[in-house]
């Protein structure tokens, strides 16, 4: 993979594992995330989707590793696609599934001081580059090719 690529898969396997960690550390601050209607306890999807967000991390953490050391072409490119054509698409989805989230955070915060409410509100759309990004995991060029280098 190339540089930038694993780049990208190192942020976003150190975001999705802090967010994670954090989901246990403080989860009554992504409690209030998640939206009334939703069955179940606030806590349980909040503990669900920090674990989630964990295994999203070890897995792309895990599977750039892979595509990147050793002498094993065929493994290499095999975690690389997996990186790209499972983990990448699901990591999208899980976004496009917490986006609720954001958007109640964005409701719930109008009445809050300008900066929270501008964090809150720019939280919404920054989901939109952030489900491109994480889609693309595994991939060296903007046409979509995936490609081993060594």
């Given amino acids: 993979m190339k540089r930038k690529t694993i780049i990208r898969s190192a942020v ?26 939703l069955p179940g306890s606030r806590r349980d999807w909040t503990i669900g989707s920090g ?29 690389q696609r997996t990186l790209n054509q499972v983990v990448g698409p699901a990591t999208a989805l899980f976004l496009l599934g917490v986006w609720p989230g954001n958007i109640k955070m964005a409701w719930d915060y109008r009445n809050k001081p300008a900066l929270a409410k501008g964090i809150a509100l ?8 952030m489900m491109r990004s994480v889609a693309r995991l595994g991939l060296d ?10």
């Fill in 12 to 37: 976003w396997a150190q975001v999705f594992g802090t967010a994670g960690v954090l989901h246990f550390v403080k989860p009554e601050v992504f409690d209030d995330l998640v939206p009334e209607e």
């Fill in 51 to 79: 674990v989630v967000e964990l295994g999203l991390a070890g897995l792309i953490g895990g599977l750039t590793i892979a595509a990147t050391t050793g002498k094993n072409v065929s493994r290499q490119r095999s975690a």
């Fill in 122 to 129: 720019a939280r919404v759309p920054a989901q939109i580059p």
């Fill in 141 to 150: 060029r903007s046409h979509g090719d995936v490609r081993v280098h060594d």
